[in-house]
């Protein structure tokens, strides 16, 4: 409900962030257009990749709100979060798993490098990672579902404690 972040977006100084659920540009530029929140954060596998991603990038600029790339998984679309973010002039900051090390270094055959901090983009082709598929395929999903199904109880605030979430 846009109109009703709007509200809160409205009555604080506060910068509001939001997007890593949503899916498509159209739903972004709601957002942007009932002044909903002055920061994006759209998760690139979930909003259409890169490409869509620079399209909402652009239809944010003309409102003065940043883009945030939203990452809940691994190397892959931390890669394309990097180029997202490397090639807007409205980029903010970008989210990792901690430095992408451990598993998610793993996973690929050289690891994203980081200095001082700040993460640099790769500049072989394409996403500028290759997947070391010994490791994937040492590591097969075994499970039935995804970590973003609704779940079967959601979130009451009359039956749960207030700060519950879900």
């Known amino acids: 409900m846009p109109e009703a972040m709007a509200k809160v977006a409205n009555a604080t100084s506060i910068p509001v962030a939001t997007g ?3 899916c498509s540009k159209y739903e972004f530029s709601r957002v942007l257009q009932c002044g909903a929140a002055a920061i994006l954060q ?9 490409l869509e991603g620079k399209k909402i990038a652009a239809i944010a600029e003309p409102y003065y709100a940043q883009i945030a790339p939203h990452l809940y998984c691994g190397p892959v679309v931390a890669a394309a979060n990097i180029h997202l973010a490397a090639s807007i002039p409205n980029f903010l900051i970008l989210e990792s798993i901690q430095k992408m090390d451990g598993f998610h270094a793993a996973l690929l055959t050289k690891p994203l490098c980081w200095e001082d901090g700040h993460i640099i983009p790769p500049t072989t082709p394409g996403l500028g990672i290759e997947l070391d598929m010994d490791v994937v395929s040492q590591n097969p999903w075994d499970g039935s579902r995804l970590h973003l199904e609704m779940g079967q109880h959601p979130f009451d605030p009359g039956r749960d404690d207030p700060f519950a979430g879900g």
């Open 20 to 22: 890593e659920r949503l």
């Open 42 to 50: 759209p998760n690139l596998g979930r909003a259409g990749g890169i």
